[in-house]
């Protein structure tokens, strides 16, 4: 099993930044792979952007392009995702998930955090 707790959301107004933090624990070896999703009120959970074990491959949606960016400290068991320019539509709440290998789908991360609501006020 792996844990995965979230931590850095919060209020922000257009144009500002939040990094988020997910810490991983347990059999953290099995689980290479790190990806956040995303989930806005009444909408599907949608991928944001993702990672591996070594940080070479990185991957993101097209709407956070050239404003956020992923990265993760192995010695730490912990992803980052920092958030520039944040604008109203990126409010959600910002899930980290773990699995072996990468994908941009959720239902391939068996390992989740309960989430980091962020909200960006215009």
């Known amino acids: 099993q792996v844990q995965l707790v979230e931590s850095g959301g919060g209020l922000v107004q257009a144009g500002g930044s939040l990094r988020l933090s997910c810490a991983a624990s347990g059999r953290t070896f099995s689980s290479d792979g790190r990806a956040w999703f995303r989930q806005a009120p009444g909408k599907e959970r949608e991928f944001v952007a993702l990672?591996?074990?070594?940080?070479?491959?990185?991957d993101y949606a097209d709407s956070v392009k050239g404003r956020f960016t992923i990265s993760r400290d192995n010695a730490k068991n912990t992803v980052y995702l920092q958030m520039n320019d944040l604008k109203p539509e990126d409010t959600a709440v910002y899930y980290c998930?773990?699995?072996?290998?990468?994908?941009?789908?959720?239902?391939?991360?068996?390992?989740w955090g309960r989430g980091a609501q962020v909200t960006v006020s215009s």
């Open positions: 998930a773990a699995g072996l290998g990468l994908s941009t789908t959720s239902a391939h991360y068996p390992y």
């Open positions: 990672i591996n074990y070594n940080g070479g491959n990185k």
